[in-house]
């Protein structure tokens, strides 16, 4: 389970301290969905950059299956950090412009020193994970500008799912795209769920995406405590989740694992 | 009848290393006073292009062809100087992205006015004037105008940009993906300020990949896909039931209707097939989609659909 307890963030700002998470508490077990929703600047960036420990919050705990999160950033070990991956609003900004878009899929991996030592094996690997997310071959030669919006996130859910994370943490991954890139985005991610248990928080302005693919929505403004010394309830998605598990039927076609 | 905006067979070529990238294949709609055409397409179909294309706001490898006339007045034929005289005044743009189509590093007040003296205003015009258009979308002129971008909400900034293109009384207002990243409370307050354009008499032709947002502002709707308008017609019968394969296969990956996505993806548009762009993935393909690119094909409604299943009407 990924869990954050009473999680306070506030920033600097030229009016003073501006406050952007307050004691928010969140549970998501893995193989589950959670959807978080929420008005822009209501501080759901803000809390999926912290459970997925690139920011520290000022108070508060992260808990990942059982391993309590005590430092943040790149101080973090990259075994705590490859167990929650994000991925972000805007695919452009996500990588970096000079690699190609193969390059950028694989490069958290080869940064980590574990991505397959022979050159064989990194393209069948690469090549597996562009037919998941559905790119084609010729797409991973080209630079991010030579490849649509679509693509690219498409490439970002890639780079997220080969480091074979617990948990994705999903901060609006479709709200720049047509619906249809934003429903295969969201198979690739259900088929994984199939296959093993992966936790997923969906952030999103979208209510009514939230409420038709997550098992459980929450809104951060419920998430925070209100009064002092009040604690949120925490959310527990259960139900439907479990009734996925059940339902999961091994299959001899589903496409094999890589790595 | 001539319509306020004319676009004719407009096409829209790009040079690049990798060959031409084909944006826009002979577009053709009309948009009149007081009316709303929406354009809706997945980025890359062409759809930005087009709204640049009305604007000649286009690169320099570019290739156009076609017509585009604005109260019979044809614009791809302007020396810069007279389309300077278009821009803003007869035809406004309605940026995606008002934050980062605002100079971050001046202050509100001074942008404002160069915008309404741009249109020929004097700084009194521009003051008044512009006093009175944020007034209207709520926001007031003094407060803005020692402010800087970043010190606004999403909203106010939408509202800012909003009133730059209006300052001019355009007789015709683009807005290119006016929706793109906002939140629910922020859609309908862009849906609101839209309807409020359009209710002053200009033309409104409005770019977007927001289905929802499509389906609320009514009007006429042309569905591109692969830089070609394969679906033109009232959105009330889009939403009802589209005609071509395409569109409906789009409403079906809405979450609320099945949430499906369309297997595979567009063509490149360096290399669009020499038939039906969509013939690929649609599930009611047949012989001929394979072998031409079909015309717009007149179905009930006043619908045209780009589909050979309407041929034989």
């Known amino acids: 389970m990924l869990s954050a307890e009473a999680i306070t963030k506030s920033f600097r700002a030229s009016s003073g301290r501006v406050v952007a998470v307050q004691r928010a ?5 893995s193989g589950a969905r959670l959807g978080l929703v929420g008005p822009s600047g209501s501080g759901k960036s ?14 508060g705990s992260v808990t990942i299956d059982g391993d309590r999160v005590r430092v943040w950033g790149v101080r973090c070990s990259r075994e705590l950090r490859h167990r929650v991956q994000l991925i972000f609003q805007a695919p452009r900004v996500a990588v970096d412009p000079r690699l190609r878009v193969g390059e950028a899929i694989l490069e958290p991996l080869a940064a980590s020193g574990i991505a397959p030592a022979g050159a064989a094996e990194r393209v069948a690997l690469l090549e597996s994970w562009a037919a998941r997310v559905g790119l084609t071959r010729d797409l991973l030669e080209r630079f991010p500008h030579e490849v649509s919006e679509g693509q690219l996130q498409r490439a970002c859910l890639a780079r997220a799912l080969a480091l074979r994370p617990r948990y994705l943490v999903c901060d609006e ?29 969906l952030i999103t302005h979208d209510r009514v995406l939230a409420d038709t693919w997550c098992d459980e929505v929450a809104d951060i403004r419920e ?33 094999p694992e890589p790595f | ?82 389309l300077r005289r278009v821009r803003g005044r007869r035809m406004a743009l309605i940026p995606q992205s008002p934050a980062s189509s605002l100079n971050p590093v001046r202050r509100l007040g001074g942008q404002l006015l160069e915008a309404a003296q741009a249109r020929g205003l004097s700084e009194q015009q521009s ?25 606004l909400s999403g909203g106010m900034q939408q509202r800012i940009v909003n009133a730059m293109a209006l300052v001019g009384e355009p007789e015709i207002v683009i ?16 849906a609101t300020q839209l309807r409020e354009i359009s209710a002053r008499g200009a033309a409104l032709l409005v770019i977007t990949h927001d289905l929802r947002l ?74 001929r989609c394979t072998e031409s690119v079909p015309d717009l094909y007149p179905v009930p409604d006043g619908v045209l659909a780009r589909c050979f299943a309407h041929a034989e009407r």
């Open chain 2, 175 to 190: 807005a290119d993906e006016p929706t793109s990243g906002l939140d629910a409370e922020l859609v309908d307050t862009t």
């Open chain 2, 214 to 287: 499509a389906e609320r502002l009514g009007g006429r709707l042309a569905l591109l896909y692969a830089s070609r308008i394969v679906e033109v017609g009232p959105t009330a019968a889009f939403f009802a039931a589209p005609a071509h394969p395409y569109g409906r296969e789009l409403l079906r990956a809405l979450p609320e209707r099945e949430g499906k996505s369309i297997p595979g993806m567009a063509p490149e548009l360096t290399a669009l097939p020499g038939h039906c762009a969509f013939a690929d993935r649609c599930p009611d393909r047949f012989d």
């Open chain 2, 1 to 82: 009848m001539t319509e306020l905006l004319e676009v004719e067979e407009l096409s829209v070529g790009f040079r690049t290393r990798r060959g031409v990238v084909q944006a826009l294949s002979q577009a053709s709609v009309t948009v009149g006073r007081g009316r709303l055409l929406l354009v809706v397409g997945e980025s890359g179909s062409g759809t930005t292009v087009l709204a640049h294309a009305l604007l000649r706001l286009l690169p320099r490898n570019v290739n156009v062809s076609g017509s585009v006339r604005l109260g019979g007045q044809e614009l791809l034929d302007l020396s810069p100087a007279e």
């Open chain 1, 223 to 255: 998430l925070s405590a209100r009064d002092q010394g009040e604690e949120a309830v925490a959310m527990r998605p259960r139900d439907r989740a479990a009734r996925r598990l059940r339902e999961r039927t091994p299959s001899s076609d589903a496409a």
């Open chain 2, 127 to 151: 003051r008044t004037r512009l006093r009175e258009l944020l007034g209207e979308l709520g926001l007031d002129l003094a407060f803005v105008s020692g402010r800087y971008v970043h010190q």
């Open chain 1, 46 to 59: 803000t809390l999926a950059q912290i459970v997925a420990m690139l920011l520290a919050p000022d108070s």
């Open chain 1, 173 to 201: 991954l479709s709200s720049m795209l047509d619906v249809s890139t934003q429903a295969a985005l969201l198979e690739t991610i259900a088929a994984i769920q199939d296959e093993r248990e992966l936790g997923v928080l």
């Open chain 1, 25 to 29: 508490s969140l549970a998501l077990e």
